[in-house]
């Protein structure tokens, strides 16, 4: 395959592949608080108050920053809201706190050049500063095109002069959901057009000299966000732009998939070395995004100067998806979804103890029951397993000790596997190290192996994609599984480790299954966190998917409350996407790939949504649940419950 990273077609995104390097970006002063350079990755969050509401919102503000956070962002949707950040601002400084206000702005400019008077950063979303979104389908000429572009000059001048003479910074927070009519017509809903709707504002404050900028490219598909970070550092290399970056994963939800997903798309680019700042965008109370955040950035403490892992050429693209090619063995590998393996050595194997991953055995009835939840493999290690087994559970069990069986296949170690006698299905567990090319030479002269990658680099994520390279390099098509252990015991930061390490590879298209190891968790977590990794990638679909935003001053209701109780009557639902937004800023554009929509639209009043369509305008909030489940009815995307679980 062509060495996409040199094609000038697909320019480089600023990442070692090879190497822990952080990307070297602009300095920016934001009051008191330096972000970018050589500063540490900053996390940050935003309130959830009504911003009028100044004593709750100070009060909201004071537990973020004793929570950790070193950026509180508020929300002012109007020229009455930006003027009471004044005394919220000030609030804070008589208690002590110069944490930097950012003021959140959507659809006018008039509240941010106000904000700009009180607050030491100003965010904008180029997608509604200067444009609408009313999904009208918009063509323009060359020249017609190069109008808009004045216009959108026009209004957008007056900020960027504002900031430049008062010393504010400024994000240009492009959103995957809120690109404009006009981006979408000229590029579509792409990484491609989230891209070229920030470049445009940062083509304006560049023509005004003014440069104290951070960029964001958010999205609620992680894979659309890395895709979109990667892109906009390629294109600001090439008009030697150098500006920060802040990585979220919008409407990330709340509770596991939240974190799994946050971690994905944030994780990954960390581990190549991007991003500045951090917002973790969960379903819940902000003081609880910055423990998570956290978590994740502390990876990254003196992680300059890591060894380096031997570079090989890119095998993948960095700006799409694509699967890895690879052959079939035993439904592993080539379009089969990628497996979940499972640890059970180091205990006693039973029935019993297959309840945390996915399978129930009940004594009276002699029949194992299946949850959606149900992994694949278990791996018994000397131990074999004299009891019935479900029909669709393999064992992979340490090759010494190896009895055959049905189902039942060896684990060899890299420097003791002889594949001469083996006819069927079996595992080589490899390092880096021993992909020589005399060990690759018997792998392809294999038809029934498939590899698992095991790495003990501190630099997980790129190793296992490294390896895979490698593999490529060979022209050997052998299905991998990924095995990783984050060596932490912490249930919570567990989870985020793994979903960076064996998340970021398989939005790269690495990887036909994903082993986690870590016996000191329990097997229920991390069989929940296996199966939330394939989720958040979407590369195996189990479950419901929620698109719910964190909530700010403009949500019209409880988010956290409202998601429970739609999650609670829909989460047998397998793969239907339901976005749950708290004002129609967060709507139908944010929710971008929700296949329905719950959207708050006034006190009190919900407006119903079929991915982009309004169906039903001011539904009471009493009632909006029970119409939302009536809506999916209708559209043929209603299993009853029991029939789900049979």
């Not at 393999?394 to 296949?409: K, S």
């Not at 909030?621 to 209603?638: Q, T």
């Amino acid at each position: 395959m062509e060495n996409s990273m040199n094609s000038p077609e697909k320019p480089d995104f600023g990442a070692d592949l090879f190497r822990y390097r952080r990307r070297k970006s602009r300095e920016v002063k934001i009051g008191t608080l330096t972000l970018g350079g050589d500063a540490p990755i900053r996390i940050q969050s935003m309130t959830t108050a009504d911003t009028l509401d100044v004593p709750k919102t100070v009060a909201e503000s004071v537990r973020m920053i004793k929570a950790g956070c070193e950026l509180v962002r508020i929300t002012a949707p109007s020229k009455k809201e930006a003027e009471a950040l004044n005394e919220i601002s000030q609030a804070l400084q008589d208690l002590g706190y110069d944490v930097p206000i950012v003021a959140d702005i959507h659809f006018t400019p008039n509240a941010a050049e106000v904000a700009a008077d009180y607050v030491e950063k100003i965010r904008v979303n180029p997608g509604n500063y200067a444009d609408k979104k009313k999904f009208e389908e918009l063509t323009y000429s060359d020249a017609t095109y190069a109008e808009e572009l004045k216009r959108i000059e026009k209004r957008f001048t007056p900020l960027v002069l504002k900031c430049k003479t008062l010393g504010r910074a400024m994000r240009i927070g492009t959103n995957h959901g809120s690109l404009s009519d006009r981006i979408l017509g000229r590029y579509g809903d792409t990484p491609m057009g989230m891209v070229e709707s920030a470049m445009e504002f940062l083509r304006i404050c560049r023509l005004h000299d003014y440069h104290d900028l951070v960029i964001s490219m958010k999205a609620s598909n992680p894979q659309v966000m890395v895709q979109a970070y990667r892109l906009l550092v390629a294109h600001m290399d090439k008009e030697d732009m150098d500006y920060p970056l802040h990585l979220g994963v919008t409407e990330a939800g709340d509770g596991e998939d939240g974190r799994i997903k946050s971690a994905i798309g944030i994780g990954s680019l960390l581990e190549d070395g991007l991003g500045d700042t951090v917002r973790v965008s969960l379903t819940e109370a902000p003081e609880a995004e910055m423990p998570v955040a956290r978590k994740l950035v502390d990876r990254y403490i003196e992680r300059d100067g890591l060894s380096e892992i031997p570079p090989v050429p890119l095998s993948f693209d960095p700006f799409s998806y694509r699967r890895r090619a690879s052959h079939e063995v035993g439904q592993i590998g080539q379009r089969n979804v990628p497996v979940i393996v499972h640890d059970l050595s180091n205990q006693p194997i039973s029935p019993a103890r297959l309840f945390g991953c996915g399978y129930r055995y009940s004594v009276p009835l002699d029949k194992w029951n299946l949850d959606d939840f149900a992994c694949d493999f278990i791996y018994t290690g000397e131990q074999s397993v004299d009891f019935e087994l479900p029909g669709t559970l393999g064992v992979i069990q340490d090759a010494p000790f190896w009895t055959g069986g049905t189902r039942h296949y060896p684990l060899w170690n890299a420097n003791d596997w002889n594949p001469k006698p083996l006819a069927g299905m079996h595992f080589v567990k490899v390092e880096r190290a021993d992909l020589t090319d005399t060990f690759i030479s018997k792998v392809k002269a294999q038809q029934n192996t498939v590899l698992v990658l095991s790495t003990h680099h501190k630099h997980t994520m790129a190793a296992l994609r490294a390896m895979c390279m490698r593999l490529d390099e060979a022209q050997c098509m052998v299905p991998v599984i990924f095995h990783g252990d984050p060596q932490v015991s912490e249930p919570e930061t567990y989870q985020l480790h793994a979903a960076t390490d064996l998340g970021g590879p398989l939005l790269d298209g690495f990887g036909d299954g994903i082993w986690l190891g870590g016996t000191d968790v329990p097997l229920k977590w991390r069989n929940s966190t296996a199966f939330g990794i394939l989720q958040a990638t979407r590369t195996r679909i189990s479950k419901t998917e929620y698109i719910s935003c964190p909530s700010c001053g403009r949500t019209l209701f409880d988010l956290q409350e409202t998601t429970a109780k739609i999650r609670k009557v829909t989460s047998h639902l397998k793969g239907v996407k339901i976005g749950i937004m708290g004002c129609i800023v967060n709507g139908p554009g944010e929710m971008a790939d929700a296949d329905y929509g719950y959207v708050g639209t006034g006190p009190g009043k919900i407006t119903l949504y079929k991915e982009k369509e309004v169906i039903q305008r001011n539904v009471p909030e009493v009632d909006a649940v029970d119409a939302l489940v009536d809506l999916i009815r209708e559209h043929g995307d209603w299993v009853e419950p029991a029939i789900a679980s049979s």
